[in-house]
């Protein structure tokens, strides 16, 4: 697995924090997530994927998440991450991430606090 720092690339800078591009396989996922996105797509393979058991709760809004008509858009905000070595730790966002991942995109833009 690449570095995620190696991996980026910085998509806007605003004010206050760059907004970076990284892969979701750079980001470390939790049991939770694993478990939101097996439920919605059985098949996902997450052998690429570091998985931890973080003892968050469970996602329970990602039905509303992944309504881009109750949204209005398709574009979610960036997620906010902390670099923890290779891997981004997610600081807020889990739902969008769990969303990426059901929706079987590549990437997701993250704000490193």
């Known amino acids: 697995m690449a570095s995620c720092i190696e991996d980026s690339i910085i998509v806007k800078v605003t004010q206050d924090k760059e907004i970076m591009k990284v892969s979701l396989k750079s980001l470390i996922i939790s049991k ?9 797509n059985p098949d996902f393979n997450f052998d ?18 992944l309504n881009d008509e109750l949204y209005g ?3 979610r905000p960036p997620i906010y991450v902390k670099k923890s070595g290779e891997f981004m730790i997610i600081m807020n966002g889990r739902h969008r991430v769990a969303r990426a991942l059901i ?3 590549d990437d997701i833009e993250v704000k490193v606090r």
């Open 32 to 40: 939770q997530i694993q478990n939101t996105v097996l439920k919605y």
């Open 48 to 65: 690429d994927y570091l998985i931890e058991d973080d003892g968050t709760f469970p996602l329970n809004k990602i039905d509303s998440m």
């Open 73 to 75: 858009k398709k574009d």
């Open 103 to 105: 929706l079987n995109m």
